[in-house]
């Protein structure tokens, strides 16, 4: 049988990102849990550099620095939108694509104009979670979804390239989604699923 990973209920765990969205994204879906959660922000507003070359070495890297930052418990998350006719662009460039600024909707615009001539839409957002433990240890867990590339842009819920998403076998972008809808099916749900399997909260 797999070894659990056992973390005590009493310790917080710091989520390392300084995405407001996506810190209360992982929020809601670590409550199932009982883990009281804060941000890495609370410890340094300084971002580190993301030069992995794939989503796991990101992940990592933004685990090892909060874990560094707090001595506690770190949980990253590294995720992107990968476009089946831009060889898998964005990718691991999928947040540089917004801009120091973060503006998603210039983003979407420039997979907008990149898509113009194209019929294939197919397209995947992957979300990898990157756990350190206190003691250092470390673990990941990947989720994947695939859909389709749609516009114009629909929905104002979720953040980044949520409303030019539709996942498959669905009608509505994630950005029209409420958020406990698309907390059921998303990426980083699927990849929370895997670790809340592996954890006990003592």
Not at 89 to 96: E, I, L, N, T, Y
Not at 107 to 124: G, H, R, S
Not at 189 to 196: D, I
Request: hydrophobic share 40%.
């Amino acid at each position: 049988m797999k070894n659990k990973i056992k973390i005590n209920k009493n310790e917080k765990i710091v989520i390392a990102s300084h995405n407001k969205g996506k810190v209360k994204e992982i929020k809601d879906l670590l409550e199932p849990l009982a883990l009281k959660a804060v941000s890495v922000s609370k410890f340094s507003i300084i971002e580190p550099k993301e030069n992995g070359a794939d989503f796991k070495e990101n992940a990592l890297i933004k685990a090892r620095g909060a874990h560094k930052l707090s001595g506690l418990n770190s949980l990253s998350d590294d995720s992107g939108l990968c476009i089946e006719a831009l060889e898998g662009q964005p990718g691991v460039f999928s947040a540089r694509w917004a801009g120091k600024e973060k503006n998603f909707s210039k983003a979407m615009n420039i997979i907008k104009k990149k898509l113009k001539n194209e019929t294939n839409t197919n397209a995947y957002f992957i979300c990898v979670l990157a756990l350190i433990t206190k003691d250092k240890n470390e673990f990941c867990f990947t989720g994947k979804i695939h859909g389709n590339i749609m516009f114009p842009a629909k929905g104002h819920n979720g953040f980044g390239y949520d409303p030019i998403f539709i996942p498959k076998n669905f009608d509505k972008t994630f950005g029209e989604m409420l958020p406990n809808q698309k907390e059921l099916i998303s990426h980083r749900a699927l990849a929370f699923h895997k670790l809340k399997e592996s954890i006990i909260v003592r």
